[in-house]
């Protein structure tokens, strides 16, 4: 339909504006950071596209930007996603998960990370009632567990346990996942998470190697890390830990620590080859932190091969540890 307007938005889009318009001649309009309010405004037609905050389109061959859209700060406004449009009884059979948020912003700035950037450093969390009726409305249309999938969901301890107690308070049984940082969980949340129905945790924790970690301004040290992994198996959480290969500073011995530090956690691990996203610190500043990027084939950015290399660490060695810890070796 020669009529049709391609909107398109996301993290992605959202830091390449120029790049994207410029190389993507079938896309219309950008949605600049957070969507659902911009693409009501669009969606609705009251208003001319130049008086719609958070958007970037063509006009006489001049790529335009509207003002910024500012966080929604009241989350509770939003409506649930319209899961009952999608085909459940497709998926349902899979035994999938349902994905929702409980808040979001992030008030750390990791260098490889776009979630500061995208969704804001105040965090912004939802009525935990409001929260848990979303809940029951999930298993209510068959799915037996929910991802939360906020990138930091146990930041604030009264967010949490007001949200199990809610759980526990409904007599409501399922499992559910979360993303955690190593810092901020301790015996008594992890007790009562687990109390509630949370059955796996995913931790970011990157690297085994202290000096890149400080790099990566993550705040963690790794006496914090095998603490929290060994305290979340205790209150029978499966623990989770997620590597990224490929980080600056990194080198054949670093990428061998990491594989012995995996072996001492003894847990679930991932890992993951960088893949430095736009809107990050570690895109916008490679040559700074001494990373050189191999692509711009978006569709290699996918984390499972090497796409960046380091002075110490090339991308043929990264994606021999990949392809070994993938085999079990």
């Keep these: 339909d020669n009529n049709a307007v391609t909107v398109i938005g996301g993290p992605h889009v959202s830091f390449t504006v120029e790049e994207t318009l410029n190389n993507s001649p079938w896309i219309d309009l950008i949605v600049i950071g957070e969507g659902e309010q911009t ?9 001319k596209i130049e008086a719609i905050d958070g958007l970037a389109y063509r006009q006489n061959g001049k790529i335009k930007r509207t ?26 059979p899979t035994n999938p998960k349902s994905g929702m948020i409980t808040g979001r912003g992030c008030p750390f700035n990791c260098i490889f990370c776009v979630g500061h950037r995208m ?31 906020d990138d930091l969901f146990t930041i604030n301890k009264k967010h949490v346990y ?10 409501l049984k399922f499992n559910w996942t979360c993303f955690a940082r190593v ?18 945790i995913c931790y970011g924790v990157e690297t085994s190697d202290q000096d890149m970690m400080n790099t990566l301004k993550k705040k963690i040290t790794l006496a914090e890390v095998k603490e929290a992994i060994d305290l979340t198996k205790k ?42 996203f736009p809107g990050t610190e570690l895109y916008d500043k490679a040559d700074v932190y001494g990373i050189k990027l191999l692509t711009n084939d978006w ?14 660490a090339k991308a043929d060695m990264v994606n021999k540890i990949l392809l070994g810890y993938a085999g079990g070796k």
Excluded at 67 to 84: F, G, M, Q, S, T
Excluded at 258 to 273: E, N, P, Q
């Design 235 to 276: 209150a029978g959480i499966e623990a989770m830990a997620s590597f990224i290969l490929g980080l600056p500073g990194e080198t054949e011995e670093t990428l061998l620590t990491t594989i012995d530090f995996i072996k001492v956690l003894d847990t679930t691990c991932a890992l993951h080859a960088l893949a430095p």
């Design 67 to 92: 003002a910024p859209r500012k966080w929604i700060e009241e989350l509770d406004e939003l409506p649930v996603p319209a899961r009952h449009l999608f085909p459940i009884s497709k998926y349902l």
């Design 39 to 47: 693409m009501l405004a669009l969606a609705s037609g009251k208003e």
């Design 299 to 312: 569709s290699r950015f996918n984390a499972n091969e090497a796409i960046t290399e380091t002075e110490g």
């Design 119 to 149: 969704v804001g450093k105040k965090k912004r969390f939802r009525n935990p009632k409001l929260v848990v009726d979303e809940m029951e409305q999930i298993l209510d249309m068959g799915f037996k567990g929910i991802n939360i999938v």
């Design 162 to 171: 007001t949200i199990c107690d809610e759980i526990k308070s409904r007599h």
């Design 183 to 200: 810092d901020t969980v301790n015996k008594e949340l992890l007790a009562l998470i687990s109390d509630a129905g949370c059955n796996f």
